[in-house]
């Protein structure tokens, strides 16, 4: 049996998912050196929405009021969760705080019970703990053990806007999935960036004023890669999830900080990659109970 025949579809998907995630947010972390996250995340969301466009006339989308209603509760969600998200990549290592986003699909155990009746099985639960248990590990330093201990890293203001990106981010899935099992068109992935993006605008019109949307035409180009990788992660996202448990897509896409470390050491020279790569076998090993 081939490797890729042993994993179902959605495994490989939720693995490129990872990839382009990852990848976008080293391309983001490199642009917030000098610029506001908001920002950031506004230039990411154009062009990543500009690439999606195109599947918008694919197919019509069927339209009711229910799908209007999760389109008004999911968008502030969205902005929100990016917003803190990209604070936490400009205050904090990539390497350090990218692990805190294997929250979600812990999040994700209670939000998909109750919004889609999805009930984890054994080796689901204990994948996801083990995805999470190896997040901590990525966090240790080489450090006294005292100043070692897991929740100290709490005190990090960029790993406290991680978590809370998480939180927001479990919510925006489990109701995104809901949306596209009502509505499973391409189409209705567009249309999901283009309102994201248009509702992110109006936060950073009203917050910053029109100076930020001078980003946006100056020097295009360099933020295509970025907004490109972007998009690829929604399309592979939204795909993902109407084939398993949100839950379980979810926590294997979050191996997306596996990828972050390498870059976070390549890119960026942050250090304790080795106690980290530690925590990234551990991810790996819940994966494949998660795949089972």
């Not at 999606?52 to 969205?78: D, K, N, Q, Y």
């Not at 248009?198 to 100056?218: A, E, H, N, Q, S």
Request: proline content about 6%; hydrophobic content about 55%.
């Amino acid at each position: 049996m081939s490797l890729l025949s042993f994993f179902p579809t959605w495994v490989w998907i939720a693995l490129a998912c990872a990839f382009c995630v990852a990848t976008a947010d080293a391309f983001s972390k490199h642009f917030l050196e000098k610029r506001e996250s908001s920002v950031v995340a506004l230039v990411r969301w154009f062009y990543a929405s500009l690439f999606l466009s195109p599947l918008l006339f694919l197919e019509p989308i069927p339209w009711s009021s229910a799908l209007m209603s999760w389109f008004v509760v999911v968008m502030p969600l969205e902005v929100f969760a990016i917003s803190f998200y990209m604070k936490a990549l400009k205050t904090s290592p990539l390497s350090m705080v990218a692990p805190f986003t294997s929250l979600t699909p812990v999040f994700l155990f209670f939000v998909s019970y109750f919004l889609l009746g999805e009930v984890p099985h054994l080796f689901g639960i204990l994948g996801v703990l083990l995805v999470v248990v190896g997040s901590f590990f990525l966090n240790q330093r080489n450090t006294s053990p005292g100043k070692r201990a897991p929740w100290n890293i709490y005190r990090d203001p960029g790993v406290r806007c991680m978590v809370l990106a998480a939180f927001l981010y479990a919510f925006a899935a489990g109701i995104g999935k809901k949306m596209f099992l009502s509505s499973p068109t391409l189409s209705l992935i567009a249309l999901y960036s283009l309102l994201s993006t248009l509702t992110l605008m109006l936060y950073t019109l009203f917050r910053f004023g029109p100076k930020p949307f001078k980003m946006i035409v100056d020097r295009p180009f360099r933020y295509l890669p970025m907004a490109l990788f972007d998009a690829l992660g929604y399309w592979t996202n939204f795909t993902g999830i109407l084939q398993t448990d949100v839950s379980y897509f979810i926590a294997i896409k979050r191996t997306s900080l596996f990828f972050a470390i390498v870059y976070g050491g390549i890119f960026f020279k942050e250090r304790n990659l080795r106690q980290r790569l530690f925590g990234g076998a551990l991810m790996l090993m819940g994966v494949l109970l998660v795949a089972l």
